[in-house]
């Protein structure tokens, strides 16, 4: 068990390797000139001097060779002297956003409370949803209330965020004028009138991304439950005598989680990826909008580093979700 | 507790109180300022970007000696006056000029401001390595002097009429030489805590900075106007879109000015209908126009790029050229693509005011059976009965490109409609716009290169000063394959006469002789129809009915006067 943990650990430096590789090169063959976005009177030789003050007059492989020791040497010793006051970078150049000059991490820094508080918010309550709508249409099979479940799922599979954001804004924004429309980043909650500014401005869009999330999820759950309560030990269970409520959640949904708890591990990641479209409707201005913004102006440095690490949480996740479905699976471990 | 809760809980229900109740005057007595600015800025630093959203977030802080106004005239900022030759500012060989500070300026961290700084600033943005974006202003300076700390005087290599380049307008604001010391050349990137908070001596300063998301200010203490400005703190928000902005001012009232508008006059002119706020547009000199290539173009798929210097048998006669001009509908074009952010433009120099001329007013009138005439008494005439018309064997029939863009391809089809009318058969092309306005010599669908007849696109003089943007029409700036299509002469127009005259234009320095030269300039290429003018685009932004004070400017940076911003009184 052991061994096979670390067995996947150590497939995942290889992976992240070429994941890296591959992300550098895409990103290098694709069009875009973060000069582009300049006014046209910024004469041709400037873009040039601009670009080369850049760093963009190197060739291609020796800036993925520094990008690659920035990200592994110069980062996370900048963090360590952060974390233990020690001087371990000695001022080595860090990854810089082309677009802003500063450090990339700490542009990933300040844009990671937002993206947390809304899609994190957002993950958390999607899922609680989706497993309780799951396993409560799964035990009324064929009810009205398991139909209700589908379409909702049905429902925030087929509506796109951008159309619900808009519908949303327009009846509890504009047309009832009980929320903003645009989510204030330097909002600080310092008492309950600020806390009741926080929970307004944040309903919305957490209310949008938990639909998503509660479709993809819910209908994992109910199919994993169905299959789960047609076995012959929930006949046996019942036979004993338990009462609904212990043969659902004791029996049947201990059983099911495997399926449910891998889909949901899997999804985890996105929090941190943010919500692209979500963010980008209401101002919140998370990874989603930086990824989105940097993609714009071709500010490689930002895109690289972004894509990277949800490329390592990502592996992570499916990492953790392996350890973790073998730690609760019921079933004897026959590896 | 329980009160509490329940009072909350009932807030959540109520509206958003809008603005707090309104005191007396004076500095910060008018609470908080909220800016949406969807592009949102990634830097403090104008010479470090040259982005119009970083140069306008700036403009809260830094200033330069001299503003330019929303008609686009010279204001002293941090200058006692303008420089001139008649008050001494300006050279007589226009090799130097020199610029007076006003007496006590002080930095917002209560330092005073000198000449010192003037130089300094120079120096920063011409350090070799430093990527400064608007080295282009700085170009011939090749020193300054400073006599005293009120005094700086700059040298320019070669004489220059109009010397107005450094320190005038947003975009060459003074840095604070104290500050940016040990930024020059490479070390400018990693000055990050001087980039997101330049200190300056403009209305605000910056409390924190995050790029492309939120920016906070404060009023400045040491601001030269004792009452000014009229609002406590700024709140720069960007993110979401122009609708997100649009809407927040007009609609729902949660920001009190929205920046940059680009929206449908459907979209916009509903926003508007709401009543909470008003639309406010300012022009200066980016105007849509279609060239028209006199130059037989090289054939589709011929692998022997290069021009051909053949004059184009119908292009080259002005009554083809002219006939098209006359029979477009400006009027309906700018109802459709622009609404009240365009205007019917029949100069290419539409501004400032001074620099349009009024020789060519009547262009916006539509004359379609004028057009037939023009045609048919140069001897183009549809013989064999197609609705095309030819001469000596040579039918009417242009390729039209452009960048695809929704309002340019909207005036690609009245315009095909409009010339069927007359007679000419056109065949519309769009371009993806990042490959037309590339400058890539191995593309031959750019702008550049010009392969069909006519072309549409947008193009603006930087400034007030037109000389740099009509010089754009020499002979010696026709793009071809021996200079690597660099030029902005895309039409391969070429008269003597009107190069002599931009030889005049850079040897005249009295403001009225520049502004007659260049409406003359202007005139010879309208009237030989070697441009076709359409629309003056302006900037169109919107504010709260309850923010006063706002006078929108195209030339300068839109915040320029925000130190005279206040809330209404109610």
Known sequence: ?335 | MFARLIAAAISLCMPVPLFAADGHAGRGSDGLLRLYYWQAPSTLNPYLSGGIKDVEAASLILEPLARLDPDGRMVPWLAREIPSQDNGGIADDMRSITWRLKPGLEWSDGSAVTSQDVKFTVTYCMAPGSGCAQQAKFRDVVAVDTPDPLTAVLRFAAPKPFPYGPFVGAQTPVLQAAQFADCLGPAAAACTEANFAPIGTGPFRAVAFRPGDAARFEANPAYRVPDAPAFATVLLKGGGSAITAGRAVLETGEFDYAWNLQLGPDVLNAMAAKGRGRVVTAFSTLVERMALNLRESAPRGSSTAGPSPIPHPAMADIAVRRALSMSLDRNLMVQIGYGEAGRVSCNIVPGPPAYASRANDGCAAQDIPGAREVLTKAGWTDDNGDGVRGRNGRELRFVFQTSTNAVRQDFQLLAKEWWRQIGVATELHSIDSSVFFSADAGNRDSLQQFNAHIQMYASASDGTDPEAYLSGWSCDNIPTARNGWQGRNVGGWCDPAYDALLDRLSATSAPEDRAALARTLNDMLVQNYVVVPLVDRGRVSAHANTLEGVRMNAWDSELWNIADWRRAPR
Request: cysteine-free; aromatic content about 6%; proline content about 5%.
């Open chain 1, 1 to 335: 068990m052991r061994a096979s943990a670390l067995r996947r650990l150590a497939m995942t430096l290889p992976t992240l390797l070429v994941i890296s590789a591959l992300i550098f090169a895409l990103l290098e063959l694709a069009p875009g000139d973060p000069m582009a976005q300049l006014p046209d009177s910024i004469p041709a030789e400037v873009r040039a001097d601009m670009a080369a003050a850049l760093g963009l007059d190197q060739s291609g492989p020796v800036r993925y060779a520094l990008w690659l020791r920035q990200m592994l040497v110069v980062e996370p010793s900048v963090a360590l002297d952060r974390l233990l006051g020690t001087d371990l970078a000695e001022g080595a150049p860090r990854i810089l956003s082309w677009q802003t000059r500063a450090p990339v991490m700490s542009l990933i820094a300040q844009r990671l409370p937002q993206t947390l508080a809304v899609v994190g918010l957002a993950y958390l309550i999607g899922t609680l949803a989706a497993v309780a709508l799951g396993v409560w249409s799964a035990a009324r099979q064929g009810t009205a209330l398991d139909r209700a479940g589908t379409a909702v799922a049905a429902m925030g599979y087929g509506l796109p965020p951008y159309f619900t954001a808009a519908v949303l804004i327009y009846v509890f924004a504009i047309w009832l004028g009980w929320v903003p429309t645009v989510y204030d980043t330097t909002h600080r909650v310092t008492g309950w009138d600020s806390a009741a500014v926080q929970l307004r401005q944040i309903i919305l869009p957490v209310a949008v991304l938990s639909l998503q999330t509660t479709a993809q999820i819910t209908r994992y759950t109910r199919a994993a439950m169905l299959e789960a309560l047609g076995q012959n030990y929930i006949r046996t269970a019942r036979a004993k005598g338990l009462t609904q409520r212990r043969v659902l959640l004791r029996h049947a949904l201990r059983n099911s989680w495997v399926a449910t708890l891998t889909v949901i591990a899997l999804g985890a990641p996105q929090v941190f990826a943010g919500a692209i479209i979500t963010e980008q409707i209401f101002g919140v201005n998370g990874i989603g909008q930086l990824l989105i913004q940097s993609l714009h102006v071709g500010d490689l440095p930002v895109v690289q580093t972004v894509t990277m690490l949800i490329a390592v949480l990502i592996v992570l996740a499916n990492l953790a979700a392996d350890l973790l479905i073998a730690r609760i699976d019921p079933r004897p471990d026959h590896g």
